[in-house]
């Protein structure tokens, strides 16, 4: 059993066509999530989105593949867009406690002896 195009419709209706994404089994919901993150925040491509999938998420091509099919309409790169993207935690950032929501600058990274 495939989607209802009306129900498609009816949510591309209220949010718009790039934010509907039919799953192609609800099984890898993770891995498309994962997809649309690294897509919306720019850490990933369209091409380089399934390889992620199969090297990291252990996905098989074909799967990887379908989730390529699903996301492709989103927008891309979307929040790097936005005014604030630069003050976001970035991938390397250090913490000084793991359930710190900002990084510690930079200046205030000592080295312990």
């Not at 989607?3 to 066509?17: A, D, K, N, Q």
């Not at 099919?69 to 991938?91: D, H, S, T, W």
Request: charged share 25%; glycine share 6%; hydrophobic share 40%.
């Amino acid at each position: 059993m495939g989607p209802e195009p009306h129900v498609i419709r009816y949510w591309e209706g209220i949010f718009g066509p790039e934010r509907v994404i039919v799953l192609p089994e609800t099984e890898l919901l993770p891995e498309v999530q994962a997809a649309i993150i690294g897509l919306t925040e720019g850490t990933l491509t369209l091409e380089t989105v399934e390889e992620f999938l199969t090297s990291q998420a252990k996905i098989n091509s074909t799967q990887a593949s379908q989730i390529k099919r699903a996301v492709a309409g989103i927008p891309l790169c979307a929040q790097m867009l936005l005014p604030n993207f630069e003050i976001i935690p970035m991938k390397g950032d250090k913490f000084a406690n793991k359930r710190d929501l900002w990084p510690i600058k930079a200046e205030d990274i000592t080295e312990e002896t």
